[in-house]
């Protein structure tokens, strides 16, 4: 369920429909279906599944962290990726997380400015956001800001307590958190039941191959530890003695 081959299949029910939209356009529009990621731990599996994407002449909307201990969102390397991202008509928005913040009006001064920050220095206009983790406070709170999109405001979500799969609501919403697709699968009958459609993916459990959830987890763990034997290779000249005994041993953080 979490192979390039599933997601390119739910691709292609969505195409099949004509409701693609991206967040601007489903302001307008009575009927939508729009996809969205939240990108956590890995820049690297964004980027491949928007090559996913990009083959199949889709796109859609990646949210990015400022505040991420995972991934550096403006190293060099991850920078190149997210404006190639850009350039191949992804629309890329920030992910916004509370860290701890409860006062409504700190969060709305806090997204304004780090949108403000990732524009600056990405080099493109950033206009939407999501949140990371929202509380069903923040989630009640419905922000709308002058000239921005909240992923999460009532045009595109509906708020209510206890929903379950079957729930009716103004608005479809499909999550896969913790690799458990939430509220249904987006198949043929759940993508086609509703006229407004809200799907939502973690790019980081979405691989060639497909993984169970301990399997994804060891595989990015692996990739992680390896990319960070590479930045210190980079960095540190001392450090080329050592880096080969590293890689032997780049599989030991999985075991």
């Known amino acids: ?34 996809m969205r990621h939240d990108v956590e731990y890995s820049v690297e599996r964004a980027y491949d599944l928007a090559k996913v994407e990009s083959s199949m002449d889709f796109t859609s909307t990646f949210f990015f962290q400022w505040t991420n201990n995972s991934y550096n969102l403006l190293s060099r390397k991850n920078r ?31 997204i304004v400015k780090e949108m403000h920050m990732l524009s600056e220095m990405l080099g493109f206009e950033i206009s939407q956001f999501s949140v990371h983790r929202p509380s069903p406070a923040v989630l009640a709170e419905n922000i709308k800001l002058p000239g921005i999109i909240n992923a999460y405001q009532d045009n595109f979500f509906t708020f209510a307590e206890n929903v379950m799969e079957d729930s009716k609501l103004g608005v479809k919403y ?24 809200q799907i939502l993916t973690h790019p980081f459990a979405w691989t060639k191959k497909g993984y169970d959830n301990y399997e994804n987890y060891k595989t990015l763990v692996r990739e992680k530890y390896i990319e960070l034997i590479d930045s210190i290779d980079k960095e540190c000249k001392d450090f080329a003695e050592y880096k080969d005994s590293f890689l032997q041993d780049s599989a030991s953080p999985c075991k």
């Open 1 to 34: 369920m979490f192979s390039f081959e599933d997601y390119k299949e739910i691709i292609r029910i969505i195409k099949s429909t004509g409701l693609q939209a991206d967040y601007e356009e489903a302001l307008y529009r009575d009927k939508f279906i729009i």
């Open 80 to 110: 190149d990726m997210i404006c190639d991202m850009h350039e191949r008509g992804q629309n890329i928005g920030l992910h916004f997380a509370l860290n701890g913040m409860t006062d409504m009006k700190e969060v709305r001064r806090q």
């Open 174 to 197: 499909m999550s896969d958190a913790n690799h458990i697709w939430r509220y249904g699968y987006p198949d043929e009958k759940n993508i086609l039941g509703s006229d407004k459609v």
